[in-house]
């Protein structure tokens, strides 16, 4: 697995060559996760029923339930995951603001994701 590496600014990183890319390691695997978290259902053009539900089942007035299985869903099928050992994640619905904090077990390693995202 290879993901190009994000800078502070969650922008590519470019220039560095083959150190501008994540290739069999944990942190592709926890990048492929972000990617799948941040991408909204219908957003991309070549498979519209690809994305997270975030309309569906996260915005809004959804149960806590509802959302984070929406979301464990969408982590445990990433490739490369095998499972999650430690969840966490809280839903500011006034500023859809979502803060998600996970160790998962990858098939290269354990990997820890701690990030906020903007719904």
Known sequence: ???????ENDDYSFGSGVNDFHSNTPEAVAQAVLTRLRLWMGEWFADTSDGTGWNQSILGKQSGNLYELTLRQ???????????????SSLDAE??????????????????????LNG
């Open 74 to 88: 969408r982590v445990l099928q990433t490739p490369g995951v095998q499972s999650i050992e430690e969840f966490q």
């Open 95 to 116: 500023t859809r603001m979502l803060s998600v904090s996970m160790t998962i077990n990858t098939i290269y390693g354990t990997a820890v994701l701690n990030r906020s």
């Open 1 to 7: 697995m290879r993901y190009r590496k994000l800078d």
